[in-house]
Nanobody, 122 residues
Framework: QVQLVESGGGLVQAGGSLRLSCAAS????????VAWFRQAPGKEREFVAG???????YYADSVKGRFTISRDNAKNTVYLQMNSLRPEDTSVYHC????????????????WGQGTQVTVSS
């Protein structure tokens, strides 16, 4: 079992930055791939970025070059640094975990956090 808690969301102007954190507890964190997804009102949840158990990373095209995902296994935490934010990045951001390998499909993740709201004003 893995418990995930997100933090770091908020209100920011377009062009600004935020750093989200996903703190994990309950199992051997280093064995897990962790991904960030986001969901805007009326839209499906979409993959944003992921880091595998080995530290490799993968990004959605919409955030490539602006967002950076990283992990600190000693702190059982994954971060999402978001720069050059745009109004269309406004969503609830969730982190999710599954063993080892990143996938972009929501249904293949076993554990989810409650989410943190990110609002980007124009």
């Amino acid at each position: 079992q893995v418990q995930l808690v997100e933090s770091g969301g908020g209100l920011v102007q377009a062009g600004g930055s935020l750093r989200l954190s996903c703190a994990a507890s309950g199992s051997t964190f280093s064995n897990y791939a962790v991904a960030w997804f986001r969901q805007a009102p009326g839209k499906e949840r979409e993959f944003v970025a992921g880091t595998s158990w080995s530290g490799s990373t993968y990004y959605a095209d919409s955030v490539k070059g602006r967002f950076t995902i990283s992990r600190d296994n000693a702190k059982n935490t994954v971060y999402l640094q978001m720069n050059s934010l745009r109004p269309e990045d406004t969503s609830v951001y969730h982190c999710a975990a599954r063993l080892r390998v990143i996938v972009t499909t929501t249904t293949l993740y076993d554990y989810w956090g409650q989410g943190t709201q990110v609002t980007v004003s124009s």
